[in-house]
């Protein structure tokens, strides 16, 4: 397949004419062929038209079409071949053994949400039925399906250019609930992104579908972006990236005229705890243990444990040492942009710069421009206290470890965290009563609590969690990973005295979809 | 019981310092006894200390002893006796009868959610099984539950003082949730509130529940009202009342540091379609429905059927002479409280002299300053579209009637209407083809479609939804009455590999709570 530079909207492909963009080489830092076409709000108006004039019929083919439907898009992305793989190395500088992985994650999540829907839960159905004799008053016929909310705009992330991106967990769980997506490419990887919305573009046609379920735009953030956020048949957005980016978009979902839902996934620093007993048995193995996951992929995953605690003291300094030695043989990696090399670089600066702030470790030198080496950082829990910039995430493999008095004191900085994706502890037996105190703090901040391992690798599987509470996502409600996903884009809906020739399916009399539905309140299949 | 005028601060009472508030009596105008002082916002701080303090043990209280907790708040509604409706009638003007009714909804409701509890299906379980052996990584152990989301204030809503009010819907779905409530009392019936706080707050006492479980404020809607929405420890807010209120309320939540989900019932017309089969049919019987719907408890419903669309011609004039004349037989009723009447002459007085709308008929005179009287109004399509105003809830017993020259015109104009809690359908077997025309368009804008009846009266159940799309309410994803409105007070958390020992029970191996789980996506009672 050739990469052309064309935006996809619906059946169509098109040369944006606003500002183009390139991507650039991510090990070198040279832009790349071709030149990608940036949309404008004629682009952005023209997708949300299709989306929309595909919602009422996408939303109601039966859940085995759409089941189809994403595993053709799987397939698609399969049949792209070495062509995908080649184009996201250069474009996001990630190693090919990464990038074949994430491309399995991207075609799993697809056929996850496959056979979510041949499952059926999703649809939440419940019938009350009508009691005409009931005194004072009889009650109506009165039946409950959840429906899809419309046509939602999702934003690719840099970091996992397949799995979180054009065809990853947002668009799936947006196609599979029955909303058509319009997808703002991110600019990091335009040509990945092409190769994957042509993959989806081609397995719509070939599913027969209305071809406004899925559009795809290059372009500006600004025009393209917000653009799609404030269009009124626009009715949710997904997005991964930064607290900066999230915030704004937030700010224009709420400021519409008709507010709409935003799942943002944002910035979080994945606290890890490390208690006296495992640290007293293990503490060496766990320094390891910790730089492997510190510096996985660069340190570019939202679930990079940017934050340790522990007891002061020399188990803590059997950790640093091991870390140190550990981390004194991880290699500089490329990171992903520019841009974020250079955040990167200016986070590592500001802890090395803070002089109540002490630069434990760090990895190999750069050796080219493109690269970042891995930092770790240590502090006292009370200058940590003291200062709040010390909790902001640094986008990267830097870590910042808290040298604490006490247990109570590591209970009072988690309670004084922000919203995050996870929190890890790491314990042994005797760490029971520690971590008993410590859990229901954790259980009011994170979205997913791990015990003995660490937060980097997010299962893609039917009890995950990759959501929690402010500023980590927008709305900690959800989970924008695993099964659970397809709720976020979901709305109920009740329907009295319909007669049976109007009822949708899944709430027909007979159950003729095999579906558990509550009847009365009662669990089964009737 | 005698009513002081205090607050509820957990297990205390508290007179309020700040200015105080009167019950009038709706019948009369006249001030009550005795004045309830207004609170500060150190009692808003007080409040939200307690809730914050009650919530980790609240929220991991056995459901059973949660579901016994809510049948002990109901038993102690019950408890209040006559009293409890005297008061109510005298504060809100609605006749015993319908506050007797409102005082079984209420109760009916808490125990519903006692038995929701108890079903546990709310839990939400999911575990995905360790696979240790997996290629080429291991699958750890993951397990999720939903968990209360925090303390959640919520505003009692004036047309309800009972089932939407200190003991209403959204506190009974919220304490089942788990979340501890602060509720600010509304003004216009702070009395009732009073009762019905201290029957819950004796329930708190005699479950050995902690004390911050529940507070209930009076006072100002600046300094209590977006005193509790601006609190860091507050997680959620429900309301039930005007747009105006409930935007504000969404915008203070949006824009705290750690925004908050708002639930807020706000404005709804209610749209009407009569089909023209069902006209042809029984046109005259449908006059005197709609007008038994339309002046229901002075119209006072958030699913007051406020605008009817149906095809121009004799058939139409049938219903309308039947309207009229069933609306002459309809007394002029007292209504709530002077502010709402005022509204409401307002908004009958803007139709009145529009000079494309036409009078059609009247209720009866009012006989005191305290009564409204109903009205029905008509225009043409094409001035309905011309002017966005028409669209207004006027909240009491008016209505709108609309001549279409077609069906295509009544479609286009349901896709002009803004989000609704309800839509009816009046149709006879002759109608199908029309009203699968108009279902997927209602679909996307309510919460709840009627098949030949009328919105008023909203079944407690569990298949019933009482939301819908912008500006019906704040957030279409939620409902605010039946079982499903747990739903609103809840998140997901993830736990991965946590030893049995720190385990929640309703994750446990064996399901000690015998609950419907997940089990690597297939549901079961394992």
């Known amino acids: 397949m050739t990469i052309t530079g064309e935006m996809l909207l619906g059946a169509t492909a098109l040369r944006g004419t606003d500002k183009p963009i390139r991507a650039v080489e991510a090990a070198t830092g040279e832009p790349m062929e071709p030149a990608f076409g940036g949309g404008t709000a004629a682009d952005v108006e023209r997708a949300c038209a299709l989306a929309w004039a595909a919602f009422d019929t996408y939303r109601e083919t039966a859940p085995e079409a759409r089941a189809a439907f994403l595993e053709a898009c799987a397939q698609a992305i399969l049949d792209t071949g070495d062509e995908l793989i080649t184009r996201a190395m250069a474009e996001s500088g990630l190693p090919r053994g990464r990038l074949e992985g994430e491309r399995g994650r991207t075609v799993g999540q697809l056929r996850l949400f496959a056979s979510e829907l041949r499952d059926g839960g999703w649809t939440g159905a419940r019938i009350d039925p009508a009691l005409p004799d009931r005194k004072p008053l009889p009650r109506p016929d009165l039946r409950l399906r959840q429906i899809a909310l419309g046509p939602v705009a999702v934003f690719g992330a840099s970091n996992f250019p397949l799995a979180f991106s054009v065809g990853g967990g947002d668009t799936a769980s947006a196609l599979a609930a029955g909303c058509p997506v319009v997808v703002k490419a991110h600019s990091a990887h335009p040509g990945t992104s092409e190769l994957v919305g042509r993959a989806i573009q081609s397995a719509v046609r070939s599913c027969g579908l209305p071809e406004g379920v899925f559009s795809m735009l290059f372009g500006s953030g600004q025009v393209v972006g917000q653009g799609l956020v404030a269009d009124p048949r626009i009715k949710a957005v997904g997005f991964t990236g930064s607290r ?275 009847i009365d309140g009662v669990l089964g299949k009737d």
């Open 244 to 518: 900066a980016g999230g915030t704004a978009l937030m700010k224009t979902a709420a400021g519409r005229p008709e507010p709409i839902p935003v799942y943002a996934e944002m910035s979080s620093i994945n606290p890890v705890f490390l208690l006296p007993k495992a640290m007293a048995s293990r503490a060496a193995a766990m320094g390891r243990g910790f730089v492997g996951s510190l510096t996985l992929g660069a340190g570019q995953f939202c679930t990079n444990p940017g934050l340790v605690m522990a007891l002061d003291g020399p188990d803590l300094d059997n950790f640093l040492a091991s870390a140190t030695e550990a981390l004194g043989g991880a290699p500089a990696q490329t990171m992903l942009t520019p841009g974020i090399l250079k955040a990167y670089q200016t986070g590592v600066a500001h802890l090395a710069g803070n002089n109540r702030v002490r630069k434990v470790a760090s990895g190999q030198l750069a050796t080219a421009g493109t690269q970042g080496e891995a930092a770790l950082f240590e502090t006292t829990a009370a200058h940590f206290m003291e200062d709040p910039a010390l909790a902001e995430e640094v986008f990267g493999a830097a870590s910042l470890v808290i040298r604490c008095p006490d247990v109570e004191t590591m209970l009072r900085l988690a309670e004084g965290l922000e919203g995050q994706l996870t929190a890890t502890i790491q314990m042994d037996e005797g760490d029971l009563e520690a971590a008993r105190l410590l859990l229901p703090v954790l259980e009011r901040r994170v979205g997913r609590i791990l015990v003995n391992g660490y937060p980097t690798g997010v299962e893609v599987s039917h009890a995950m969690v990759h959501g929690g509470p402010y500023p980590s996502t927008s709305d900690g409600r959800s989970t924008s990973v695993g099964s659970l996903a397809i709720a976020r884009f979901l709305r109920p809906v009740c329907y009295q005295d319909m007669p049976e020739a109007l009822l949708p399916a899944a709430l027909r009399d007979g159950n003729p979809m095999g579906l558990w539905r509550r």
